[in-house]
T-cell receptor, first 114, second 114 residues
Framework: KAGVTQTPRYLIKTRGQQVTLSCSPISGHRSVSWYQQTPGQGLQFLFE???????NKGNFPGRFSGRQFSNSRSEMNVSTLELGDSALYLC?????????????FGPGTRLTVT | GENVEQHPSTLSVQEGDSAVIKCTYS??????FPWYKQELGKRPQLIID?????GEKKDQRIAVTLNKTAKHFSLHITETQPEDSAVYFCAARQRDSGYSTLTFGKGTMLLVSP
């Protein structure tokens, strides 16, 4: 099976702009979670989608949003970018949101905000 | 919400030695504890996981132990090799109204010297 894919892999934006990141889960996986990874804070949970519905949301401002399509692909959007949004954004897919299903990560999108 | 503490933040060992990384969690409802290995510039990869109904799990040179009473779990790597050098993340999955999120520790950078 193909793994989790994310596009684009690298992105440079300026403050105030908005950005959309895309994640395609493993075939058959219906749950997609998003994480922000920074050197100081590690992996922080953004949100999780299942069956086109947001199931959980982490402690991030409303500038961070996402959605999931009927084919389980997911996008996340960050509006009004700030310098502190520079990070590696990882998505992970699993069969379902059930507590004991393994999550598999994509390669990430490296976002740099200047 | 769930809080996962991971220690140490860095660990240096000689090739052939054992390495132990420890994590504690706060939510007694957590029942799934995965460990991820992230090599430089790569995605986190699931290396082993344990569910709350078992106390120990082994896979070749790696093992994980879980103490539910004390709410801590540990990763043990024996006969370390230079290719084990990476950042290791522990995580705990928390139940919340039938859905759950994965909370990560801040990571341990393991350096194995030849």
């Amino acid at each position: 099976k193909a793994g989790v894919t994310q596009t684009p892999r690298y992105l440079i934006k300026t403050r105030g702009q908005q950005v959309t990141l895309s994640c395609s889960p493993i075939s058959g996986h219906r749950s997609v979670s998003w994480y922000q990874q920074t050197p100081g804070q590690g992996l922080q949970f953004l949100f999780e989608y299942f069956s086109e519905t947001q199931r959980n949301k982490g402690n991030f401002p409303g500038r961070f949003s996402g959605r999931q399509f009927s084919n389980s692909r997911s996008e996340m959007n960050v509006s009004t970018l700030e310098l502190g949004d520079s990070a590696l954004y990882l998505c992970a897919s699993s069969l379902s949101p059930a507590a004991t299903y393994e999550q598999y990560f994509g390669p990430g999108t490296r976002l740099t905000v200047t | 919400g769930e809080n996962v503490e991971q220690h140490p933040s860095t660990l240096s060992v000689q090739e052939g030695d054992s390495a132990v990384i420890k994590c504690t969690y706060s939510d007694s409802a957590s029942n799934y504890f995965p460990w991820y290995k992230q090599e430089l510039g790569k995605r986190p990869q699931l290396i082993i996981d344990i569910r709350s109904n078992v106390g120990e799990k082994k896979d070749q040179r790696i093992a994980v132990t879980l103490n539910k009473t004390a709410k801590h779990f540990s990763l043990h790597i024996t006969e370390t090799q230079p290719e084990d050098s990476a950042v290791y993340f522990c995580a705990a999955r928390q139940r919340d109204s039938g859905y759950s999120t994965l909370t990560f520790g801040k990571g341990t950078m393991l350096l194995v010297s030849p």
